[in-house]
């Protein structure tokens, strides 16, 4: 049986994802899946960096605007969510491109990962929380450290809700979760797809990173986070972990400066897309598009995928757009 067609397009933030996913989505008649934990929500829009209506361009995009801030969004709920908008694409005869940079995500969509092997022990998670609580993250993530190395290596040590879930995998079946994921990792996909990574210079990269962050905070950043604050929305809260929030709700609850939270919220981008690179440079299969290679001219790189998605055969132009990719 023939797989269905998919394509995945990510790379680090800030890095142009959204705008190229556009124009390729109108050459192979093709709809968005974001693979964003951020623009799911909705009132999230000036941190996220969201897409506006406009920036679609009439393309259709899945998983944004679905939640309110105060439900929790993780990867085996993405996996679910994003299965069932690719089944809408296929039975519009549309091709889905999944499209944002957290690679956990995807990587869950594109093997088919399974996330139902163990249900939570719940009171091992609470007595993790309270000693979180008690002697803090990084005590937790020390003792992950010891038990899993390679866990702690790929989660951030801020990160409390990924170590105790790979400490309780740990406690309820005696097995480390990054070997379980190493495993899921080697599963063939479902999808007959082209997995494209959206590359810059370092320094150009870090500048863009610059610029959107003093753009979102020229946009009302602060009055986002504030409106949120009203809406009952708070510091434990998953959507509030996003970056840009926790460090402007730093600032409004008077903990930190505005120059503080600026500094700490550019800086932690800047370490988010080192920690996205290392991880997309871990994935097989991956087309990387380094933007300085193709002068960083949009229609070059455009044009480079639709030839590779030709090549594999995941999209079939007809003769008129064959003429019309010719002349991108």
């Not at 998953?238 to 550019?266: H, N, P, T």
């Not at 988010?272 to 994935?283: D, G, H, I, N, V």
């Amino acid at each position: 049986m023939k797989k269905r067609p998919m394509v995945i397009l990510t790379g680090p933030t800030a890095v142009g994802k959204s705008a190229l996913a556009v124009k390729l989505a109108k050459r192979i008649n093709g709809s968005v899946i974001s693979a964003d934990s951020m623009q799911i929500y909705r009132y999230m829009d000036i941190g996220s960096a969201k897409i506006t209506k406009e920036e679609m361009g009439g393309i259709p995009h899945a998983l944004i605007d679905v939640l309110h801030p105060s439900e929790e969004f993780h990867v085996a709920r993405f996996a679910g969510l994003a299965r069932e908008a690719s089944e809408e694409i296929y039975r519009e005869n549309k091709i889905p491109i999944v499209v944002g940079g957290t690679g956990f995500y995807i990587q869950a969509l594109l093997y088919a990962i399974d996330f139902t092997e163990q249900e939570c022990d719940q009171s091992y998670r609470v007595m993790l929380a309270a000693l979180a609580e008690k002697k803090g993250t990084a005590y937790l993530h020390e003792m992950l450290r010891e038990v899993d190395p390679d866990s702690a290596a790929a989660i951030h040590p801020n990160n409390q809700k990924r170590i105790i879930r790979a400490l309780e995998f740990y406690h309820q079946s005696g097995r480390r979760i990054s070997e379980h994921n190493e495993k899921e990792r080697q599963k063939e996909s479902p999808y007959e797809f082209a997995y494209f990574v959206l590359s810059e210079e370092r320094k150009e990269l870090y500048e863009r990173i610059e610029k959107r962050v003093d753009a979102m905070l020229a946009q009302g950043l602060i009055e986002e986070v504030l409106a949120l604050k009203a809406m009952g929305c708070h510091r434990d809260m998953v959507s509030m972990q996003g970056l840009g929030y926790k460090e402007i709700m730093d600032y409004l609850d008077e903990k930190i400066s505005l120059e503080e939270a600026v500094y700490r919220i550019k800086r932690d981008t800047r370490h988010f897309a080192k920690r996205q690179l290392t991880w997309f440079r871990r994935e097989r299969d991956v087309i990387w598009l380094q933007k300085e290679a193709y002068g960083r001219d949009e229609e070059k790189i455009l044009a480079d995928m639709l030839r590779i998605l030709e090549e594999k055969q995941i999209y079939i132009p007809n003769r008129e757009q064959k003429e019309e990719n010719v002349h991108l």
